[in-house]
């Protein structure tokens, strides 16, 4: 895959009604209008389940598609506004309320991790920061901060020690959703937007990490949605951000145009992972993907090791430095929401099994945590996710380290 072509463009098909769909879908935008048929094909069965574990992955319910409550047929009427049921919510400790699509990452300065915004049970776009060490959770209250927005990018840039967030999809005055481009900064515990001439175009789902190699941020894709014309692109362009400036990189060899791709840096082989995403807006996850390719010194390469055995969009992946690995969990395709954990060492994927684990979900959290270690008895830290073909959604926070999940 790769060659110059820089986005892929394709009309969403009916949107109805509920325009929230959008959020339930993540990336990719509403497949059948509200009241379409009932029935939503072959779907594969869930195996059989051991004692404490979770499926690893949810089928579509015909009468929740994409996230949406469906009415007609055998569906009845759909309640709600605008057509859609709020989801329902999973889980009850104190912490960040219910969510999906919230930006996660471990702030060095700030010493805990650090989460921003998402996706509520109601479709609604949320704009608070949350902090997590010592395995709680504290709101904090900056005295200004980004709009409320979901699927924004996020890195923590050591080299300029403050966390950067791009984009994400946002909310109009009227309480629609329009695509973002802005750039802010998350220091000293307050956030700071900037004024750069020179940046990605408006867009969410983009991938983005901190390239310690090269001691600056990377990130890569992305989707946008014309909210007029329902007309949408994903992108495969590469853009590097550091000193306050982005940089659009020309490379003739890349990964294919996607969203909802994962991406983090490596640092036992010393390069950056992407993996997976959707190829195009449609339906829940248009030509979900389930390639992998690292990025080092300026070029992108793709692995020739078997994948995982799974179309993965909307995917959470974090390094796990303690264990020498990369962590994949859970993702999306047009039909199912997956629970699986794989880790990526220079042998290839390997799945995890093992009990328990987080429920099947879409639109997680995941980030490394060095002093989880101490508290919490793990490393990597998963909040919150989406399962919305059911639908619910979570306020959960699982840890994972040492060979296994612990819900914290």
Same mark, same amino acid.
Not at 11 to 18: E, F, M, T
Not at 38 to 58: E, H, I, K, M, Y
Not at 64 to 70: N, T
Not at 253 to 261: K, N, W
């Given at each position: 895959?790769?060659?110059?072509?820089?986005? =892929? =463009?394709?009309?969403?098909?009916?949107?109805?009604?509920?325009?929230?769909?959008?959020?339930?879908?993540? @990336? /990719?935008? &509403?497949?059948?209008? $509200?009241?379409?048929?009932?029935? /939503?094909?072959? =779907?594969?069965?869930?195996?059989? &389940?051991?004692?404490?574990?979770?499926?690893? %992955?949810?089928?579509?319910?015909?009468? %929740? &598609?994409?996230?949406?409550?469906?009415?007609?047929?055998?569906?009845?009427?759909a309640a709600g506004s605008g057509g859609a049921t709020p989801l329902l919510t999973g889980g009850s400790r104190a912490g960040p309320s219910a969510r999906y699509g919230a930006a996660e990452v471990y702030d060095s300065g700030l010493g805990a991790l650090l989460l921003f915004g998402g996706i509520n049970a109601t479709g609604g776009l949320l704009d608070d920061t949350w902090e997590y060490a010592g395995g709680h959770w504290t709101q904090l209250t900056p005295a200004s901060h980004p709009g409320p927005r979901a699927y924004a990018a996020v890195a923590y840039d050591a080299k300029g020690g403050y966390v950067v967030l791009f984009g994400g999809l946002g909310a109009t005055a009227s309480g629609g959703y329009t695509d973002l481009s802005d750039t802010w900064t998350f220091a000293g515990g307050q956030w700071t937007r900037l004024s750069v001439s020179v940046h990605p175009v408006a867009r969410y789902g983009m991938a983005m990490t901190y390239d310690s190699s090269a001691m600056e941020v990377l990130a890569f894709g992305g989707v946008s949605v014309n909210f007029t014309s329902y007309a949408g692109t994903t992108y495969s362009d590469t853009w590097t951000f550091a000193?306050?400036?982005?940089?659009?990189?020309?490379?003739?060899?890349?990964?294919? $145009?996607?969203?909802?791709?994962? @991406?983090?840096?490596?640092?036992?082989?010393?390069? $950056?992972?992407? %993996?997976?995403?959707?190829?195009?807006?449609s339906g829940f996850c248009g030509e979900a993907l389930h390639d992998t390719w690292k990025f080092a010194s300026g070029t992108w390469r793709r692995f020739s090791f078997a994948a995982p055995s799974h179309e993965y969009g909307l995917v959470a992946l974090a390094n796990d430095p303690a264990n020498g690995t990369v962590v994949l969990f859970g993702g999306a395709d047009n039909s199912t929401v997956l629970g699986s954990t794989w880790t990526l060492d220079s042998t290839g994927w390997i799945r995890w099994m093992g009990s328990p684990s987080p429920s099947a979900m879409a639109g997680t959290a995941l980030a490394y945590d060095p002093s989880a270690a101490k508290s919490t008895g793990g490393a990597v830290v998963l909040f919150g996710g989406v399962q919305p073909f059911v639908p619910t959604t979570f306020d959960q926070t699982w840890v994972f380290g040492s060979g296994a999940w612990k819900k914290a």
């Open positions: 895959m790769g060659g110059s072509v820089p986005a =892929r =463009r394709r009309r969403i098909p009916s949107w109805g009604a509920a325009v929230i769909a959008i959020a339930a879908a993540g @990336l /990719v935008g &509403l497949g059948p209008a $509200a009241g379409m048929p009932t029935a /939503v094909g072959n =779907r594969p069965s869930a195996p059989a &389940l051991g004692a404490g574990q979770s499926p690893d %992955f949810v089928a579509e319910s015909p009468c %929740f &598609l994409d996230g949406i409550a469906r009415s007609g047929g055998a569906c009845g009427s000193g306050g400036a982005w940089t659009k990189l020309s490379l003739t060899v890349h990964p294919s $145009a996607r969203g909802g791709a994962g @991406l983090t840096y490596d640092t036992t082989a010393g390069y $950056a992972v992407l %993996f997976g995403g959707c190829g195009y807006p």
